[in-house]
């Protein structure tokens, strides 16, 4: 009993340190800024939520994915409710959520480790492998980058399915009707719970699957629970590849990336290595939020290709074929390649992010802890506890490591540049870093970063038009004939960076010495329909066209802020476009055309229902230019 609660109480010890390890380590860099998806994410905050119909108006906007992520929306509401807002709140936020997924981590760890070890053993090799995992460099992306949030609370809900999982397991190790309907019950809530924060969330059955077929794989289990795992597991997990890799589905949103699906499929087998690599090595040069850099494979027999797939396939395949006299290695080889199905795979996503680590580093880390804690105990007899002291010193190593690079990202004026050098071909990082020189006051060197940009990346409008908007912004002399760039607009492709250059360029253009060129900005947007013929998602240039003739209507010109609204509401009739069209023509006072129009956007908005609030404001509005038409009429 004495040893027993002094092991407890040690463990409960380094348990605390583990945790308050972790938050030591990342607070240098909850000082840092915004990055990247972050503005488009928060900014849905803008306005301000304090209502119901608040709340639902900032679910239903924005870009979060296919189902919306809720849970993770209103995980943002705890930190602020509106927008601009201050980043320190939502970093805290997302490093004490970080901490709650390593705690129910450590639980799933220990819980896997028992099934093993003794249950000494298998504490300190659950908190060593929760401690790496929880310090890892490569968590940091995901840590301190706060829309990154959704991946982590995706990340909770599938680690609390698994940890409920096991534990059901370990009280009904032959399960019948009762304890499987409640297995069932637990896999439903948790993949729903998880995919309502991130679509990721999908794969909680494909990780128990793993599981199962591994550290928890039996022969004698009932044809009852066999035909359950086929079921609620295997079933799941074919029809999750069947999605992925059905590829008539993805080609054609291939149209606007710069890489088929081909060169995708194959470039991510160089990429999954890249991150086993990143698993090890430690190295935090050239990690970070810039990736668009990464080389793109086109062939099969490009040695790197080759050599990729070729070792994928054995690791796959001796994980599956040994699974049972290798339980813990095959469970973290296929843990690994499980948590990589979708958004390393046939989905048309980005090359390579770190953040899409974050669960699938669990369990290499735990078959790596595992592995080399049972080698030295083994081999090392002659020095006790050496397997303590050798992971106290890994962990210590990787602590530091992390903690020197969270300082970097606590400070937009040290990571900027880093990133900005170590990725020279990156447009994202050059744009960023641009913008950053212009923020803290030296334009001349913002200007000269886009010129250099440019001339590597001449098909990408928004350089001359950041241009254009420094020199605005700095009355600086402009660098680039909008005249000439309105003809070669065609020349140009469409990239991330246009729609939210063009947006602020916009804002603030009127209230310069540059409001005379407001008219000749609008024309080389103009010159952006020929985008949407290059696969360009429509409301994209849609977006775009609407900001031309916001410009024009600044300007005084509403017959041309026309042009631009009906090219518009000719690309995606919306009530959007209908009342905007409305409320032009009612500032030129053609009563007439504003209340045909308003009969347009009421038609389209009865189609979805229209508010007993939105309604009044209709009949206000109607009874107004009903007004009006009557008074020019007597």
């Known amino acids: 009993m004495i040893n027993c609660s002094r092991h407890s109480v040690l463990v409960s010890i380094a348990f605390v340190v583990m945790l308050a390890l972790t938050w030591f380590v990342y607070q240098p860099g909850?000082?840092?800024?915004?990055?990247?998806?972050?503005?488009?994410?928060?900014?849905?905050?803008?306005?301000?939520?304090?209502?119901?119909?608040?709340?639902?108006?900032?679910?239903?906007?924005?870009?979060?994915?296919?189902?919306?992520?809720?849970?993770?929306?209103?995980?943002?509401?705890?930190?602020?409710?509106?927008?601009?807002?201050?980043?320190?709140?939502?970093?805290?936020?997302?490093?004490?959520?970080?901490?709650?997924?390593?705690?129910?981590?450590?639980?799933?760890?220990?819980?896997?480790?028992?099934?093993?070890?003794?249950?000494?053993?298998?504490?300190?090799?659950?908190?060593?492998?929760?401690?790496?995992?929880?310090?890892?460099?490569?968590?940091?992306?995901?840590?301190?980058?706060?829309?990154?949030?959704?991946?982590?609370?995706?990340?909770?809900?599938?680690?609390?399915?698994?940890?409920?999982?096991?534990?059901?397991?370990?009280?009904?190790?032959?399960?019948?009707?009762?304890?499987?309907?409640?297995?069932?019950?637990?896999?439903?809530?948790?993949?729903?719970?998880?995919?309502?924060?991130?679509?990721?969330?999908?794969?909680?059955?494909?990780?128990?699957?793993?599981?199962?077929?591994?550290?928890?794989?039996?022969?004698?289990?009932?044809?009852?629970?066999?035909?359950?795992?086929?079921?609620?597991?295997?079933?799941?997990?074919?029809?999750?590849?069947?999605?992925?890799?059905?590829?008539?589905?993805?080609?054609?949103?291939?149209?606007?990336?710069?890489?088929?699906?081909?060169?995708?499929?194959?470039?991510?087998?160089?990429?999954?290595?890249?991150?086993?690599?990143?698993?090890?090595?430690?190295?935090?040069?050239?990690?970070?939020?810039?990736?668009?850099?990464?080389?793109?494979?086109?062939?099969?027999?490009?040695?790197?290709?080759f050599f990729a797939l070729l070792g994928i396939v054995f690791l796959i395949g001796f994980a599956l074929r040994f699974r049972s006299t290798y339980p813990v290695l095959s469970f973290g080889v296929l843990w690994f390649f499980a948590g990589h199905i979708i958004e390393s795979s046939a989905v048309p996503l980005e090359l390579y992010f770190e953040h899409r680590n974050y669960l699938p580093y669990l369990g290499p880390i735990f078959a790596f802890v595992f592995l080399i804690g049972g080698a030295i105990k083994r081999y090392v007899k002659e020095i006790p506890k050496f397997e303590v002291v050798v992971f106290s010193l890994l962990i210590t190593v990787v602590g530091g490591i992390t903690w020197g690079y969270s300082s970097e990202w606590g400070d937009a004026r040290r990571i900027l540049p880093i990133w900005s050098s170590e990725h020279p071909n990156s447009l994202r990082a050059q744009r960023t870093f641009a913008q950053h020189l212009a923020t803290i006051g030296l334009p001349d060197a913002a200007l000269d970063v886009v010129d250099d940009t440019y001339e590597v990346f001449p098909h990408d409008l928004s350089l001359p038009l950041m241009s254009l908007s420094f020199s605005c912004a700095f009355e600086k002399p402009i660098r680039y004939d909008m005249a000439e760039l309105a003809k070669n607009t065609a020349q140009h492709r469409w990239t991330d960076g246009l729609r939210p250059v063009v947006a602020n360029l916009s804002d603030f253009i009127h209230k310069t010495s540059c409001a005379s060129i407001a008219p000749d900005v609008a024309n080389v947007l103009k010159g952006t329909k020929v985008f949407e013929g290059q696969g360009t998602n429509t409301s994209g240039v849609a977006s775009l066209q609407v900001i031309a003739g916001d410009l024009m209507l600044r300007s005084g010109n509403a017959d041309g802020a026309l042009e631009f609204y009906f090219d518009v509401d000719n690309m995606l009739p919306s009530v959007d476009s209908a009342t905007r069209l409305a409320g032009v023509y009612l500032r030129a006072g053609d009563f007439l055309s504003a209340r045909k129009m308003l009969e347009v956007a009421i038609e389209r908005d009865s189609k979805d229902g229209i508010s007993e609030e939105k309604m009044e404001q209709y009949i206000q509005t109607f009874e107004f230019i009903d007004g009006q038409i009557e008074g020019m009429e007597q």
């Open 30 to 305: 909850l000082s840092g800024p915004f990055f990247l998806d972050d503005f488009d994410n928060l900014s849905a905050l803008d306005g301000g939520v304090e209502s119901v119909d608040d709340l639902r108006h900032y679910l239903n906007i924005g870009n979060a994915g296919p189902l919306g992520r809720p849970i993770a929306k209103l995980s943002f509401l705890l930190d602020d409710n509106n927008w601009p807002s201050e980043p320190g709140d939502f970093k805290y936020t997302n490093l004490a959520i970080h901490i709650l997924v390593g705690i129910i981590g450590f639980v799933v760890l220990r819980s896997l480790g028992r099934r093993l070890l003794k249950d000494a053993s298998a504490n300190w090799i659950a908190l060593a492998a929760t401690a790496i995992w929880l310090m890892h460099p490569m968590q940091v992306s995901t840590v301190l980058y706060v829309v990154q949030r959704m991946t982590q609370l995706s990340t909770l809900f599938i680690l609390l399915g698994v940890a409920v999982h096991i534990f059901l397991r370990a009280r009904h190790p032959n399960p019948k009707i009762v304890p499987l309907a409640l297995l069932s019950l637990s896999l439903g809530l948790f993949t729903l719970l998880a995919m309502l924060s991130k679509e990721s969330g999908a794969l909680l059955p494909v990780y128990v699957l793993v599981i199962e077929a591994t550290i928890l794989a039996s022969k004698n289990q009932s044809a009852l629970f066999v035909w359950w795992k086929r079921v609620n597991l295997l079933a799941p997990t074919v029809v999750i590849l069947a999605y992925v890799l059905y590829f008539p589905k993805w080609i054609g949103s291939y149209a606007n990336r710069d890489f088929t699906l081909v060169e995708r499929l194959l470039t991510q087998s160089v990429v999954l290595w890249d991150y086993i690599e990143s698993l090890f090595d430690l190295k935090v040069h050239k990690l970070g939020l810039f990736q668009d850099d990464y080389p793109i494979y086109s062939s099969l027999w490009t040695p790197e290709v």
